[in-house]
């Protein structure tokens, strides 16, 4: 099951400007219990719908090979344009047909993708590529307790937030809608019985105006907001800046 939200050119470039890479507490995490599940040393990461790359880039320095896949090509495109990453590699092609031979993965990851994989069939081939005691490390993402600061006026810039996402609300596509929900399900079914479950992992960080704006425009609730009135989505992003 491919879901095709993320592939124009234009979308893919946003992309790679704006989205959040994950934070070093979270890779060191999984960096930490892949040492105590398998130990050294880390030969192969393969980090599924890897998009532009963000989460591929974090783990090249500790592995000897980082492939990424993405079903986009136009997002394999802006993450190949990346300099200085001689050891990742970006291939085309789905979670659920893995070009790994059995028993040669070390870790797959999945960085805000997992929801859109097919839980059975992205789990069989998990289960084939990955070495002995290889491990899985699915990544979801929520702004649901985002808070903003500045100066006095972090309140009013909550809610100008909030504003923004129930304006983009009804254009929500149902695997997002449903991101936590369908990994949750995915988790349940992932055989392992040492698997391990990490809730609410804070991080604070420094984000300008702009890319706090262009963040928003790399949503695809707001790209298919764009689609159906190209003229008010470019508004509401030019009238939240101004606010």
């Known amino acids: 099951m491919s879901y095709r939200l993320f592939e124009g050119k234009d979308h893919a470039s946003i992309y790679q ?3 959040f890479t994950p934070p070093d507490e979270l890779k060191n995490i999984i960096l930490q219990y892949l040492d105590k599940k398998k130990g050294q040393p880390h030969v192969l990461a393969v980090d599924l719908g890897c998009g532009t790359g963000q989460n591929s880039r974090l783990l090249a320095p500790h592995f000897r090979e980082v492939v990424g896949i993405d079903i986009s090509e136009c997002q394999l495109e802006e993450a190949r344009a990346v300099p200085g990453y001689p050891n990742i590699t970006y291939r085309k ?5 893995l070009p790994f031979a059995d028993g040669s993965v070390d870790l797959l990851t999945a960085a805000s993708a997992a929801h859109w994989f097919d839980p059975s069939r992205f ?7 990955l070495k002995p005691r290889g491990c899985i490390a699915l990544l979801g993402f929520t702004d649901a307790t985002t808070r903003f600061h500045y100066h006095d006026c972090g309140d009013r810039l909550n809610q100008i937030y909030e504003e923004v996402k129930q304006v983009l609300k009804p254009y929500t ?16 079914a992932i055989p392992f019985p040492d698997k391990e479950r990490i809730e609410s992992i804070q991080t604070k960080s420094f984000i300008p105006l702009r890319n706090l704006v262009g963040f928003i425009e790399t949503w695809s609730m ?12 470019n508004d509401l992003l030019l009238n939240t800046q101004k606010r």
């Open 173 to 188: 596509s149902n695997p997002v809608a449903l991101s936590e929900g369908r990994l949750e399900k995915l988790y349940s």
């Open 222 to 233: 707001f790209q298919a907001y764009r689609r159906k009135d190209p003229q008010t989505a």
């Open 123 to 129: 789990l069989a081939e998990a289960i084939r590529v």
């Open 17 to 19: 400007k704006y989205r």
């Open 93 to 97: 092609g789905t979670a659920e047909e």
